[in-house]
């Protein structure tokens, strides 16, 4: 069945960075493309960045553009958020889903920002 | 930037009874491929999302019949024909046709 895990979340102080891991199985990984999507606390869904079956194209939104990178290693099924610049507003769970309908979404990994 | 809002934020339903959540999106979501990009997505409690519609009325696999999604252009509805207590939980539609936007999210609860 389909799985995918998130981790690297944690505690970090603003401006430091960190790096989110997404291990994917069940399926061809290297058939989709991929997203993060983020909650913050008590909020609703907002999407953060998506990264082409192949890597050959990124999109960001705007509110973490310039800061956040997504990468992916078709190898060993993983994909990747490095955040950098962190602020107190991208305190949230990060979640990694696939595809185009966004059908498989992980448990989340939780990224604290604070002093 | 295309929005998308939900009405309404809430509802509290009775079992066995029918549901009806409304998603309106600021530009058309039909693309010149003839296919409308909108999703239907169920956060229960706890967990993480899982679709539930994608193209406006595709029911993904595994579920249920009683869920059913309809609109056109900027107009959009999931309905769920009789409520069971499995399907609390917060409801987001979403559009994937220019970049991708979620509406504010509808949580349903049962009375």
Known sequence: ?115 | DIVMTQTPLSLSVTPGQPASISCKSSQSLLHSDGKTYLYWYLQKPGQSPQLLIYEVSNRFSGVPDRFSGSGSGTDFTLKISRVEAEDVGVYYCMQSIQMWTFGQGTKVDIK
């Open chain 1, 1 to 115: 069945q389909v799985q995918l895990v998130e981790s690297g979340g944690g505690v970090v102080q603003p401006g430091r960075s960190l790096k989110l891991t997404c291990a994917a199985s069940g399926f061809t990984f290297s058939y989709y493309g991929m997203h993060w999507v983020r909650q913050a606390p008590g909020k609703g869904l907002e999407w953060v960045a998506v990264i082409w079956n192949d890597g050959s194209d990124k999109y960001y939104a705007d509110s973490v553009k310039g800061r956040f990178t997504i990468s992916r290693d078709n190898s060993k099924n993983m994909l990747y958020l490095q955040m950098n610049s962190l602020r107190a507003e991208d305190t949230a769970v990060y979640f990694c889903t696939s595809g185009l309908k966004f059908s498989y979404w992980g448990q989340g990994t939780l990224v604290t920002v604070s002093s």
